[in-house]
Nanobody, 117 residues
Framework: VQLQASGGGLMQTEGSLRLSCVASGHAFRSYSMAWFRQAPGKAREIVASIGWSGGNLYYADSVKGRATISRDNAKKTVYLQMNSLKPEDAAVYYC???????????WGQGTQVTVSS
């Protein structure tokens, strides 16, 4: 499975972003998917995750109420919509897929999000 993330760039505080992650390969519809982020000098953290059928949603407290993760299995794509951006949302955002062992074993290349005040 290969994952290709896109949609990052320079955003405004209080603005919105929509990230996309397209998967290639088989069985995308059977994977849980997630978005992680890593800011400079900080550990990678999970932002949101979604089960294979679109349920089992999880959001980090830092984005709860501002972020929506969704997926389109026909398009093999997972999305992250985030509103009311804050400077602390600036990071490299990665999409990840969960392998059969339950680990986040598949990773995209990351897309940079910069938030200006």
């Amino acid at each position: 499975v290969q994952l290709q993330a896109s949609g990052g760039g320079l955003m405004q505080t209080e603005g919105s972003l929509r990230l996309s992650c397209v998967a290639s390969g088989h069985a995308f519809r059977s994977y849980s998917m997630a978005w992680f982020r890593q800011a400079p000098g900080k550990a990678r953290e999970i932002v949101a995750s979604i089960g294979w059928s679109g349920g089992n949603l999880y959001y980090a407290d830092s984005v709860k109420g501002r972020a929506t993760i969704s997926r389109d299995n026909a398009k093999k794509t997972v999305y992250l919509q985030m509103n009311s951006l804050k400077p602390e949302d600036a990071a490299v955002y990665y999409c990840a897929g969960q392998n059969v062992g339950g680990h986040w074993g598949y990773w995209g290349q990351g897309t940079q999000v910069t938030v200006s005040s």
